[in-house]
């Protein structure tokens, strides 16, 4: 993973340094899942000496990545745009806090662990390929956006597979 020094922006009042970094990552994982970056481009980050010890963090990343269609589990490119506009601080009583921070390492960012973060806060909670996907047929597996399979579903409300599923479950133990 990419780190960037900023031990000069830390140390020297008013300080500003501006880094260009770009994105190697070729997947984003969330709970275990991967997705691959499918544009990366560059972070661009503005570290700034605001104060003792005191970080402004400005930066910006565009770029996409592909994520499965809820329904049909189709990829679908996603665009980020995504602004970051923070304050760090990194004295020695705040020092237990930065647990969260995870992107901050001695005196070093790491760019993945920062952008991995924004995009985890932004990412979105459901994704379709189109407003009106009709999804996969739960029988066959057939994308039903490519027509009819001539599967009976009538039995196959959504609601019950989940609870289909759970039953299935407890049989197999």
Same mark, same amino acid.
């Given at each position: 993973?990419?780190?960037?020094?900023?031990?000069?922006? /830390?140390?020297?009042?008013?300080?500003? #340094?501006?880094? %260009?970094?770009?994105?190697?990552?070729?997947?984003? #994982?969330?709970?275990?899942?991967? =997705?691959? =970056?499918?544009?990366?481009?560059?972070?661009?980050?503005?570290?700034?000496? /605001? !104060?003792? @010890?005191?970080? &402004?963090?400005?930066?910006?990343?565009? !770029?996409?990545? !592909?994520?499965?269609?809820?329904?049909?589990? +189709?990829?679908?490119?996603?665009?980020? *745009?995504?602004?970051?506009?923070?304050?760090? *601080?990194?004295?020695?009583? @705040?020092?237990?806090?930065?647990?969260?921070?995870?992107?901050?390492? %001695?005196?070093?960012? $790491?760019?993945?662990?920062?952008? $991995? &973060? #924004?995009?985890? /806060?932004?990412?979105?909670? +459901?994704?379709?390929?189109?407003?009106?996907?009709?999804?996969?047929?739960?029988?066959?597996?057939?994308?039903? $956006?490519?027509? %009819?399979?001539?599967?009976?579903?009538?039995?196959? *409300?959504? @609601?019950?597979?989940?609870?289909? *599923?759970?039953?299935?479950?407890?049989?197999?133990?």
């Amino acid at each position: 993973s990419m780190l960037i020094k900023i031990s000069e922006p /830390i140390s020297t009042p008013l300080k500003s #340094e501006t880094f %260009e970094v770009p994105v190697t990552m070729e997947f984003y #994982e969330l709970s275990g899942d991967r =997705f691959p =970056f499918r544009e990366k481009g560059s972070l661009l980050l503005t570290v700034a000496n /605001i !104060g003792s @010890r005191k970080l &402004h963090l400005n930066g910006r990343w565009q !770029g996409t990545i !592909g994520i499965p269609c809820d329904r049909c589990l +189709k990829e679908v490119a996603v665009p980020f *745009d995504i602004e970051m506009d923070e304050d760090v *601080d990194l004295s020695p009583e @705040r020092q237990e806090d930065l647990a969260d921070d995870s992107y901050i390492e %001695e005196s070093s960012i $790491n760019t993945d662990a920062l952008l $991995n &973060h #924004e995009i985890l /806060i932004r990412f979105p909670m +459901k994704i379709l390929c189109r407003d009106d996907c009709k999804g996969i047929c739960l029988k066959c597996g057939k994308d039903l $956006n490519l027509g %009819e399979c001539g599967c009976d579903r009538r039995s196959l *409300d959504p @609601r019950m597979a989940a609870i289909q *599923d759970i039953f299935k479950n407890f049989k197999e133990v």
